[in-house]
């Protein structure tokens, strides 16, 4: 079983930055693909960023040159720093462990970018 622990979020004015921390516990976390994903209401939960056990990088291009994974596998944890906020960024940003075979999900961290 993998537990995991998303923080970091809270309330940011446009163009804002936050660095958001999820870290992981049980499992193999160096060995795991780690991803963001966020779900805003009424929507579906989406891919943001994910980031392999060799940290080859993914990004969703509304993302892209904001947002940046990246992975600390001596403190098995992973960050996403989000710059320039928009308030379309504003949803609940999860943490996902991928091992392969098996998902492993946060509980999710509550993010709102205000304008």
């Known amino acids: 079983q993998v537990h995991l622990v998303e923080s970091g979020g809270g309330l940011v004015q446009a163009g804002g930055s936050l660095r958001l921390s999820c870290a992981a516990s049980?499992?193999?976390?160096?060995?795991?693909?780690m991803g963001w994903y966020r779900q805003a209401p009424g929507n579906e939960r989406d891919l943001v960023a994910r980031i392999s056990r060799r940290s080859d990088t993914d990004y969703v291009d509304s993302v892209k040159g904001r947002f940046t994974i990246s992975r600390d596998n001596a403190k098995n944890t992973v960050y996403l720093q989000m710059n320039s906020l928009k308030p379309e960024d504003t949803a609940v940003y999860y943490c996902?462990?991928?091992?392969?075979?098996?998902?492993?999900w946060g509980q999710g961290t509550q993010v709102t970018v205000s304008s």
């Open positions: 996902k462990y991928h091992n392969g075979v098996l998902d492993f």
């Open positions: 049980g499992g193999s976390f160096s060995t795991a693909t």
